[in-house]
Antibody, heavy 123, light 107 residues
Framework: EVQLLESGGALVQPGGSLRLSCAAS????????MSWVRQAPGKGLEWVSG????????YYADSVKGRFTISRDNSKNTLFLQMSSLRVEDTAIFYC????????????????WGQGTLVTVFS | DIQMTQSPSSVSASVGDRVTITCRAS??????LAWYQQKPGKAPKLLIY???SLQRGVPSRFSGSGSGTDFTLTISSLQPEDFATYYC?????????FGQGTKVEIK
């Protein structure tokens, strides 16, 4: 059974930094592209960032480009999101999501999700 | 960026009703479209990918159609467990983008 367990969410002030982690199990982590998707309170879904299975290519939403960095450690089956220069509008539940395609080339569709971790940026 | 626009934003329906949700892309995305269901306090669940392919374990009352810019999610006979919010998502180009969501409510 695929399991994705996010951690690292916290309360942080604007301008601060935070690192989210997602521990994966139940599948061959190194074969799949992964993504982070967020949801602000009472709002819709926003794709934040994605990474190829190898970690060699990364992709970002315009709203986080230059501030967030996605990475992965395939030896530890873990996905990361380093967030800096945080803004109030970054407040959201952050979900880790596994791609449906085992080629690992691009993040396309998200067939497994974690339970999410809450990031609150307050002034 | 490709904008995804869903309609309606909400729909009230009864158990047994046929429900149709539309998603329009701001430019052609071929069949690179998925549909997700989300219930309050839960993570989204993949229903349809590639515009019409049913994800494993998803009931056959869900179906997807369309290509290019216009897509449809149909629930053929609404069940109590289907009351939720539904999102479309394009996978044609980066950044991936979602529609704003359609809430299916009990009439």
């Amino acid at each position: 059974e695929v399991q994705l367990l996010e951690s690292g969410g916290a309360l942080v002030q604007p301008g601060g930094s935070l690192r989210l982690s997602c521990a994966a199990s139940g599948f061959t982590f190194s074969s799949y592209a992964m993504s982070w998707v967020r949801q602000a309170p009472g709002k819709g879904l926003e794709w934040v960032s994605g990474i190829r299975s190898s970690g060699g290519n990364t992709y970002y939403a315009d709203s986080v480009k230059g501030r967030f960095t996605i990475s992965r450690d395939n030896s530890k089956n873990t996905l990361f999101l380093q967030m800096s220069s945080l803004r109030v509008e970054d407040t959201a539940i952050f979900y880790c999501a596994k791609d449906i395609d085992s080629s690992g080339y691009y993040p396309y569709y998200f067939d497994s999700w974690g339970q999410g971790t809450l990031v609150t940026v307050f002034s | 960026d490709i904008q995804m626009t869903q309609s309606p934003s909400s729909v009230s329906a009864s158990v047994g009703d046929r429900v149709t949700i539309t998603c329009r892309a701001s430019q052609g995305i071929s069949s690179w479209l998925a549909w997700y269901q989300q219930k309050p306090g839960k993570a989204p669940k993949l229903l349809i990918y590639g515009a019409y392919s049913l994800q494993r374990g998803v009931p056959s009352r869900f179906s997807g159609s369309g290509s290019g810019t216009d897509f449809t999610l149909t629930i053929s006979s609404l069940q109590p467990e289907d009351f939720a919010t539904y999102y479309c998502q394009q996978a044609d180009s980066f950044p991936r983008t979602f529609g704003q969501g359609t809430k299916v409510e009990i009439k």
